[in-house]
């Protein structure tokens, strides 16, 4: 099976191709920005088919991270992914951006947690804990610093992600100190591709998984000055 893999969540614009046929990933680019994913994503796409040496209907499956992240870059990669599910009849699953960081720490079958965590600013954390074995131990969710420590810091668990060095630098000094700290600041492309495989096709498009409003409120109208 051969899947497209597409990740703009965060600070990278990211695409994979993983063909199951040679276990491994074909070809994979990831350019970091913060901006810019609408014009740099479907051009990076058709440099990683040409790559690969692979056409549109030479994939299987299409998956594609669902957030928490940007409000404007999730939207930039689900409405890539699936257009391109539509145009060529294969099915487009998401993933979240939190189970997408932690999945190669997961993979890598260590007896600690793992701690994903994405700053969501203004002292707020987006973050999902994981048992040592992949379960679910705090569900995803956008949480204030200190509630983020008093989920994360306990045995000395692995931190991911863009929030990874903020909560380490906030580690309460009564606990016991993180094993590892990975500030990426966005999932490897290799490991959306990997559970985009795993993932039931069957299920709704993807859509963007939020966690909380946008910042920007459209006015009320009502509010608006009459001449």
């Given at each position: 099976?051969?899947?497209?893999?597409?990740?703009?969540?965060?600070?990278?614009?990211?695409?994979?191709?993983?063909?199951?046929?040679?276990?491994?990933?074909?070809?994979?680019?990831?350019?970091?920005?913060?901006?810019?994913?609408?014009?740099?994503?479907?051009?990076?796409?058709?440099?990683?088919?040409?790559?690969a040496?692979?056409t549109?209907?030479?994939?299987?499956?299409?998956?594609?991270?669902?957030?928490p992240g940007?409000?404007?870059?999730?939207?930039?990669?689900?409405?890539?992914?699936r257009?391109?599910?539509l145009?060529?009849?294969?099915?487009?699953?998401?993933?979240?951006?939190?189970?997408?960081?932690?999945?190669?720490?997961?993979?890598?079958?260590?007896?600690?947690?793992?701690?994903a965590?994405?700053?969501?600013?203004?002292?707020?954390?987006?973050?999902?804990?994981?048992?040592?074995n992949?379960?679910?131990?705090?569900?995803?969710?956008?949480?204030?610093?200190?509630?983020?420590?008093?989920?994360?810091?306990?045995?000395?668990?692995?931190?991911?992600?863009?929030?990874?060095?903020?909560?380490?630098?906030?580690?309460?000094?009564?606990?016991?100190?993180?094993?590892?700290?990975?500030?990426?600041?966005?999932?490897?492309?290799?490991?959306?591709?990997?559970?985009g495989?795993?993932?039931?096709?069957?299920?709704?498009?993807?859509?963007?998984?939020?966690?909380?409003?946008?910042?920007?409120?459209?006015?009320?109208?009502?509010?608006?000055?009459?001449?």
């Open positions: 099976m051969r899947i497209l893999a597409i990740d703009t969540a965060l600070e990278a614009c990211s695409a994979g191709v993983l063909d199951t046929a040679s276990a491994a990933t074909a070809v994979h680019e990831s350019v970091p920005m913060v901006r810019g994913h609408a014009e740099a994503l479907i051009p990076l796409i058709g440099r990683v088919l040409d790559r040496e692979f549109f209907d030479d994939i299987d499956r299409i998956a594609v991270t669902t957030g940007s409000f404007t870059g999730l939207r930039v990669g689900i409405a890539a992914a257009g391109i599910g145009a060529t009849g294969k099915p487009v699953v998401g993933l979240t951006t939190l189970a997408a960081y932690a999945a190669p720490l997961i993979a890598a079958k260590e007896a600690t947690a793992v701690v965590a994405i700053d969501a600013r203004h002292d707020h954390i987006y973050m999902q804990v994981f048992a040592a992949g379960r679910t131990v705090i569900s995803a969710r956008l949480v204030h610093m200190r509630e983020a420590l008093r989920f994360a810091a306990t045995g000395s668990p692995r931190l991911i992600g863009t929030g990874a060095k903020v909560l380490a630098a906030a580690w309460p000094p009564a606990e016991r100190p993180p094993t590892s700290v990975d500030a990426a600041t966005a999932p490897d492309i290799k490991w959306v591709a990997r559970l495989l795993a993932a039931d096709p069957g299920g709704e498009p993807p859509k963007p998984f939020y966690l909380r409003p946008p910042d920007a409120q459209p006015q009320n109208a009502a509010q608006l000055a009459r001449r």
